[in-house]
């Protein structure tokens, strides 16, 4: 008797952490009721709120999301955005798919489905247990959700020297593989980064690959509680650059590279030798040499790359 051939599993587990997002929860978890790829749970924590988020959850999780919604309350004090999410990441069940949501941003039916699509066609082009990261581009809008523009493509390639310099990776548009959500696991990110940078981070620095999806997959609302922004203004973005000034950039770059050192196991090959020049790389001299002998250690434009470098070679 010939054995009925088991297809590979699709299931995504969806993680949703809230803390007073009650004025917009309910249009996100519409959008994530409306997926055209069904197949989901949704697991979810609330991070010390003091509106009715939690109330609003649950009467979506016995309600239109009966079956399909876990509550995770294995810790109830506040973890901030970056630990919530790491909890999640350590408690939920092995999964073929890991995504990220946000509580005020809305999905478009299909991004689920792209995302596995895309996930699953560069599965097979790598050899099992790689780790793979999906993310894409962003409608931004108001918080009435009038768009005013996309968010920018891609001008280079990410990769692990990229990682280090900036995140290109929205939350919120984020697909994890197994392979990726186990390097994440009881693998919390250092205090300087959120959760979505550091999965783009251990994703590169074990030797896996990024997928940058040029479609736009959410709605990403710019309003004054987020904790990220991302305008669309490349003169804000500069001022506010300049605002924060060189310190405050480098010591999270520097603070990276000391975590991920603090991880042997999971680095690919050529890795570390890259996270110990740059540990080494105390003089203007051997600083400069170092960017000659990593070109993608870069930023994706080309003026932000100018004040990056002209911060890592004057930074203390």
Known sequence: MTQKRTEPSRH?????????????????????????????TLYWRDDASTDSSKNQMRAF???????????ITSRHERLGVAGSY??????????????FA???????????EWA??????????????????YCARQYLTNANLV????????????????????????????????ATH????????PPSILHDWWAYLLTTAAGGEVIFDTRCVSYYRQHAHNTVGATGSFIRRGWAACRRGPRAFMTIFHTNVRHLLDQPEILSAPTPRLLND????????????????????RRQRFSENIVFRIWYLFSR
């Open 12 to 40: 995504v587990a969806i993680l949703l952490s809230l803390y007073n997002g009650a004025p917009y929860l309910d249009a996100q978890l519409a959008s994530i009721l409306a997926q055209t790829h069904t197949d989901w």
């Open 61 to 71: 999780a016995t309600g239109p999301g009966q079956g399909r919604c876990v509550e």
């Open 86 to 99: 790491a909890h999640l990441l350590d408690v939920v069940p092995d999964t073929p798919y890991v995504a």
């Open 102 to 112: 946000d509580q005020d941003d809305i999905w478009e039916p299909q991004k689920l």
């Open 116 to 133: 596995v699509e895309e996930v699953e066609t560069a599965a097979r082009q790598h050899p099992s247990g790689t780790p793979l990261l």
């Open 147 to 178: 768009i005013f523009q996309k968010s920018p493509p891609l001008r280079h390639k990410p990769d692990f020297p990229a990682s280090l310099t900036q995140n290109i990776a929205t939350g919120h548009t984020v697909l994890l593989n197994a």
């Open 182 to 189: 186990g390097l994440l696991r009881n693998t919390p990110p």
């Open 278 to 297: 740059l540990v080494n790389a105390r003089t203007f001299p051997a600083r400069l040499r170092l960017l000659f002998r990593y070109p993608t250690l």
